[in-house]
């Protein structure tokens, strides 16, 4: 279980080597390269986008069964989505999801491909209806603000979402930022997004962490084939899609018990992720 296999340690530039408080805290270090949550530990996180759907249901009891917490990053029109019937299951969904102990937040209305150049304002329409749609689902009040959001496209290929992702410490394309809306509607939120990514067909032409994963897709002897670089690093946000395992749960079992055997731990992505205006250290996360 506690075999020293995979990365040990962060390999990349200065400030990667974050001290981390005795209590759970721990600083984000820009590597230039990738975005990292320096861990004390093989911590990593796993997030799903897009739901909630059928795939959620998979996921779920994958989750419980491996006793795995996980970050599920949604949109308001799905949610609100088809039938009455299946509005009301996807409420349920939600609530399920909070009752397990996972953490819900924002992924925007609709996502990337139903924006163009949006005015600051659309965008943060978007980002409020879909807070009232996810409170409505639980039972909160309209006012409560999901944190940290995740953008479509992670914020990284949308003129919109590039311009209003302000922060001098970290640029979009690493992955996490403050976003700012201005305006006669303004807003001001953190965005939190990946860095490596499980999928299992593996389409996705990105390799921001880990050259060997992208494009080979997931099977039974997938983690063992490759090597430790190959893995996520310490700290990694990875990507996944509820919908992608729903017919695969067994398979994403197998793949968080590997991680497991391999000594990684995962963590949630709080409403506790800040960003800092300022520095070198660009936001903090607290895991679990
Ligand atoms: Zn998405």
């Known amino acids: 279980m506690n075999e020293p296999i995979?990365?040990?340690?962060?390999?990349?530039?200065?400030?990667?080597?974050?001290e981390v408080p005795k209590r759970t805290e721990q600083k984000v270090a820009d590597t230039g390269r990738e975005h990292l949550f320096a861990?004390?530990?093989k911590t990593i996180y796993l997030t799903f986008d897009d739901g909630p759907n059928d795939g959620t249901d998979a996921v779920v009891s994958v989750l419980e069964s491996t006793k795995v917490k996980a970050s599920f990053f949604l949109h308001g029109s799905v949610v609100a989505g088809g039938s009455s019937e299946n509005i009301k299951k996807n409420e349920q969904r939600l609530k399920q999801l909070v009752k397990q102990g996972h953490h819900i937040s924002n992924h925007l209305w609709k996502h990337i491909s139903a924006y163009g150049d949006e005015s600051p304002a659309t965008l943060a329409d978007s980002i409020e209806r879909t807070d009232r749609r996810i409170a409505r689902a639980l039972g909160r009040p309209a006012r409560s603000t999901f944190d940290p959001i995740r953008l479509p496209g992670d914020g990284r290929f949308n003129k919109s979402f590039v311009n209003a992702l302000q922060s001098s410490a970290v640029p979009a394309h690493q992955g996490m930022g403050q976003l700012v809306l201005t305006g006669p509607n303004p807003l001001r939120r953190s965005h939190v997004g990946w860095s490596f990514e499980f999928y299992p067909v593996g389409t996705f032409k990105r390799r921001p962490a880990s050259p060997d994963w992208e494009g080979t897709g997931v099977t039974a002897d997938y983690l063992p084939r490759y090597s430790p670089r190959g893995r996520p690093r310490n700290g990694a946000i990875i990507l996944l899609h509820d919908m992608h395992w729903v017919k695969q749960p067994a398979l994403l079992r197998r793949v968080i018990v590997k991680l497991q055997e391999l000594g990684y731990r995962f963590g949630t992505l709080e409403r506790t992720v800040r960003v800092a205006s300022r520095g070198a250290?660009?936001?903090?996360?607290?895991a679990r």
Request: cysteine-free; proline content about 9%; glycine content about 18%.
């Open 39 to 41: 861990a004390a530990s």
């Open 281 to 286: 250290a660009a936001g903090a996360v607290v």
């Open 6 to 18: 995979g990365p040990q340690t962060v390999e990349s530039g200065p400030g990667s080597t974050v």
